[in-house]
Nanobody, 125 residues
Framework: QVQLVESGGGLVQAGGSLRLSCAAS????????MGWFRQAPGKEREFVAA????????RYADSVKGRFTISRDNARNTVYLQMNTLKPEDTAVFYC??????????????????WGQGTQVTVAS
């Protein structure tokens, strides 16, 4: 089992920034690719960003390209999501997830084995 705990969410004005963190425990963090997903009220969970175990491969949803950056620190067992130029439509619960196929950076939620509980991000207009 991998336990994932997200933090860093909150309320921010449009145009502002937040950095989300996801701390992993339970198994070797570098054995997993990691992803961020989000779910807004009344909508399905959607892909945001993903990163392979080494950090060399990343993938982003078109809606966040150029604004969000995913990174990881394997020594700290943590994956980050730096979010800049936030928009009201970014409001959602953000989840991190771990994929045991560590070489990929998948945008498919079904590829992920473990999920965190989520952190709320609210962007005020």
């Amino acid at each position: 089992q991998v336990q994932l705990v997200e933090s860093g969410g909150g309320l921010v004005q449009a145009g502002g920034s937040l950095r989300l963190s996801c701390a992993a425990s339970g198994r070797t963090f570098s054995n997993y690719a990691m992803g961020w997903f989000r779910q807004a009220p009344g909508k399905e969970r959607e892909f945001v960003a993903a990163i392979s175990w080494s950090g060399l491969n990343t993938r982003y949803a078109d809606s966040v390209k150029g604004r969000f950056t995913i990174s990881r620190d394997n020594a700290r067992n943590t994956v980050y999501l730096q979010m800049n130029t936030l928009k009201p439509e970014d409001t959602a619960v953000f989840y991190c997830a771990a994929d045991s196929q560590r070489y990929r950076s998948s945008g498919n939620p079904r590829d992920y084995d473990f999920w965190g509980q989520g952190t709320q991000v609210t962007v005020a207009s």
